[in-house]
C-alpha cells in the first residue's frame, strides 16, 4: 500500500502512484478538489473526489484495505 511518500507529483496538477493510480487536482464549483483515478489502458475510473490531497490518499488506502 502506497503512503504519502510514494505519490510523487508530476505537475500542479498531477500525482503518480502505485501503478495504474493518479491523483489530479481540479477546480471546481469555486474550489480545488482532489480526484482518484485508476486507469487500465484505455479505460479510467473515477473513484472519488476529496478536499485535500492527504484526503484523497487516505480514500486510495480505503479502496485498498
Known amino acids: 500500500m502506497a503512503d504519502a511518500g510514494e505519490w510523487m507529483q508530476k505537475g500542479d496538477y498531477y500525482w503518480q502512484g502505485p501503478p495504474g493510480w493518479t491523483i489530479c487536482r481540479v477546480y471546481v464549483e469555486g474550489m480545488w478538489?482532489?480526484?482518484?483515478?485508476?486507469?487500465?489502458?484505455?479505460?479510467?475510473?473515477?473513484?472519488?473526489?476529496?478536499?485535500?490531497?492527504a484526503a484523497a490518499q487516505d480514500l486510495y488506502k480505503q479502496k485498498l484495505g
Open 33 to 53: 478538489q482532489y480526484e482518484l483515478w485508476f486507469s487500465h489502458g484505455d479505460r479510467g475510473t473515477l473513484y472519488g473526489m476529496r478536499a485535500s490531497l
